[in-house]
């Protein structure tokens, strides 16, 4: 079933008391529609504009970006570095390994909890799921860095970002650790704001 069929226009229209061929249509022209009625509609049914809208899309009315704009200025754990970067690592171009946090916790987790520590039955066990855990996210990362590839060489040339999206990506090549993590971490607030993370895998 398509996001499409999720959407229902009567739902907003029955609630704002509008005939069913107001215009502008809630199906046909839902960011019109949204300008018009978004402050009067409740979060549940805001909710189904999403089946028919991309992030993006709704970036062009100026309360979403002032909503998203405040969630990010209360600085919350989701776009933090390090969750940042495991939803999203194809943003980051840092150079270390990847996967090393996980496998730490996954080496943490068998040596401590499982079988409750017991050490004679746990053994080297914490050692060998940490670097599988390791390795699995590297794979993960790796793969979706492929893909993100993959993807950027086939874009149709109506699609093609402009200048300014370019040099907003554009990476800082020559600086220290924490200045790219600083730059990586104001790259997914400005994304996040404009609609343009992708969905984590």
Not at 90 to 114: H, I, M, P, S, V
Request: charged letters at 30%; glycine letters at 6%.
């Amino acid at each position: 079933m398509s996001s499409r069929a999720l959407f229902n226009k009567s739902l907003a229209l029955t609630y704002l008391g509008l005939p069913d061929d107001y215009t502008p249509s809630p199906e046909s022209d839902p960011i019109p529609f949204l300008a018009r009625h978004l402050m009067q509609l409740p979060p549940h049914l805001l909710l189904h504009f999403s089946y028919i809208t991309s992030a993006k899309e709704r970036t062009a009315l100026p309360a979403i970006r002032n909503r998203r704009l405040k969630y990010t200025n209360s600085n919350p754990s989701q776009i933090h570095f390090t969750s940042a970067r495991a939803k999203w690592p194809n943003l980051w171009q840092g150079r270390e390994r990847t996967g090393l946090e996980e496998g730490e916790d996954e080496k943490a987790w068998a040596e401590n909890e499982f079988l409750g520590g017991a050490k004679k039955h746990v053994g080297k066990l914490g050692g060998l799921l940490g670097g599988y855990e390791e390795e699995r996210e590297a794979e993960r990362v790796r793969t979706l860095r492929i893909e993100r590839a993959a993807a950027a060489q086939f874009i149709p040339e109506e699609d093609e970002s402009s200048d300014e999206e370019e040099e907003a990506e554009a990476t800082p090549d020559d600086d220290s650790p924490e200045e790219a993590k600083a730059w990586f971490e104001r790259s997914v607030r400005e994304r996040l704001i404009y609609g343009l993370l992708e969905a984590s895998s």
